[in-house]
Nanobody, 123 residues
Framework: VQLQAFGGGFVQAGGSLRLSCAAS????????MGWFRQAPGKEREFVAV????????YYANSVKGRFTISRDNAKNTVYLQMNSLEPEDTAVYYC?????????????????WGQGTQVTVSS
């Protein structure tokens, strides 16, 4: 599976962005698809995941209520709609695919990773 994330950019606090993750190879409908982010000097952290079988979703507490993960199986693409962005959301965002049945999968259980897209939120 090859993943390509795009849609990042520069936005003011309170604004919105939608990230996309296009997959090639196996379809997103057969993997748990997640989003992670990594800010400068920090570890990569979990943001959200959508399960392949039932579409259930899980979010980090820091983004719950502001971010929404979704997928379009026909387009083999996963999205992350980010609203009410805060400067603390500034990071490189990565999409990843996991075959784990854990709810949600651990970071080490993601086998495939995209290249990342930069999101910068100004105050």
């Amino acid at each position: 599976v090859q993943l390509q994330a795009f849609g990042g950019g520069f936005v003011q606090a309170g604004g919105s962005l939608r990230l996309s993750c296009a997959a090639s190879g196996r379809t997103v409908s057969t993997y748990n698809m997640g989003w992670f982010r990594q800010a400068p000097g920090k570890e990569r952290e979990f943001v959200a995941v959508i399960r392949w079988n039932d579409g259930s979703t899980y979010y980090a507490n820091s983004v719950k209520g502001r971010f929404t993960i979704s997928r379009d199986n026909a387009k083999n693409t996963v999205y992350l709609q980010m609203n009410s962005l805060e400067p603390e959301d500034t990071a490189v965002y990565y999409c990843a695919a996991s075959g784990s049945s854990r709810r949600p999968p651990l970071k080490d259980e993601y086998r495939y990773w995209g290249q990342g897209t930069q999101v910068t939120v100004s105050s």
